[in-house]
């Protein structure tokens, strides 16, 4: 039996049982609809610290901005100390190159390449090297 019916608020089409219970079939097909019903449950667990959460687009290109940042940072000290650092040979190689660049096109490439390498990497221990550098004045100045 089909019945278009609204419900709380929202136009759906469910069987003359009240709202929360099972969705229902129409001309008794396999079809089911998918209503919202009120959870009568248990809450649903809090993520732990374990568990990845969610992030929205925003919150991801805000961290891929970041790591950027920190990347650029990196592209200023000089090639001495990046040795010191514990990164990846590439991550490695990509500052010395951005270093070496000076149009500012290919720099701005080099700083997009540089951000995608930084996502790959723990960028806690290059953070506290990057701090450790500034307190002790060894880094370059921006140009």
Known sequence: ???????????????????????????????????????????????????????????????????QRLGVELSRLTAAQLLQLPMPQELHSALLEAQRLRSRAALARQRQYIGRLMRTVDAEPLERALAAFRRSGGAKMPR
């Open 1 to 67: 039996m089909r019945i278009a019916k609204r419900c709380a608020g929202r136009c759906a089409m469910i069987s003359e049982k009240d709202c929360n219970s099972a969705p229902a079939r129409i001309d008794g097909s396999e079809n089911f609809l998918r209503t919202r019903t009120r959870s009568s449950g248990p809450p649903e667990p809090e993520a732990t610290d374990t568990e990845p959460q969610w992030l929205s687009r925003s919150a991801r290109k805000r961290q891929a901005e970041a790591l």
